[in-house]
């Protein structure tokens, strides 16, 4: 399935610096998503845009930046993280309107030192 | 709010055996109902889905009946392979919301040996 695609796959950075994540999606979605997903925790929604806007923040620490540029494509900007922010970092993406079914790319996996 | 609700694992199993992963969920509304599966190193991918009361989602083997008397949408195998082994995920849309947020289960983790 390579219809969401998340970049990049692996990715180890310290605290004090600054990185970004990026997602594209070729389905001719409207709706684009991250999630969180921690060992041991539910999937933790972070983000949600609809067509570029975003409607949904889950009182997500600043430090987490999001930016949706356009329809296909979705980033996440990372400064001054902590180790405990260390995850997979997943993408989604659906149609919207009466489809729910959402896509989700293969994943970013965060370590922190 | 709108929750889900699933078994716990780790589920292990033989292989051919009946697999049978519950789930119940609790929402306002009409949601559409979905499994998810993980496999190791991957991220999610949709297994099955249903929209309203009664329809059944089936893929791959699996299958899954949406009851809204009892609130589940319990995912069944008659016989799992290895290949199996993965992550399973139950979730909910609320199409009311913008964007239409899902609400995931914790996932419940089965592992089949030969």
């Known amino acids: 399935e390579t219809g969401v695609t998340q970049t990049p796959r692996h990715l180890v950075m310290g605290m004090t610096n600054k990185k970004s994540l990026k997602c594209e999606q070729h389905?001719?979605?409207?709706?684009m998503y991250w999630y969180k997903q921690s060992a041991k925790k539910p999937l933790e929604l972070m983000f949600v845009y609809s067509l570029e806007e975003r409607v949904e923040n889950n009182s997500v620490p600043s430090r987490f930046s999001p930016e949706c540029p356009n329809s296909s494509h979705l980033f996440l900007h990372l400064h001054t993280l902590q180790p405990e922010d260390s995850a997979l970092y997943l993408c989604a993406s659906a149609s919207g309107g009466e489809s729910d079914t959402q896509y989700f790319g293969p994943g970013t996996r965060l370590t922190v030192l | 709010g709108n929750s889900v609700t699933q078994m716990e694992g780790p589920v292990t199993l033989s292989e051919e055996a009946f697999l049978t992963i519950n789930c119940t969920y609790t929402?306002?509304?009409?949601?559409?109902l979905f499994w998810y599966v993980q496999y190791p190193g991957e991220g999610l991918q949709l297994l099955l889905k249903a929209t309203k009361a009664d329809d059944k989602g089936s893929n791959k083997g699996f299958e899954a009946t949406y009851r809204k008397e009892t609130t589940s949408f319990h995912l069944e195998k008659g016989s799992v392979q290895v290949s199996d082994s993965a992550v399973y995920f139950c979730?909910?849309?609320?199409?009311?919301?913008?964007?239409?947020?899902?609400?995931f289960g914790g996932g419940t983790r089965v592992l089949v040996k030969p």
């Open positions: 389905l001719g979605h409207n709706a």
């Open positions: 979730a909910l849309s609320d199409r009311r919301a913008a964007g239409n947020k899902l609400t």
């Open positions: 929402a306002t509304g009409y949601p559409s």
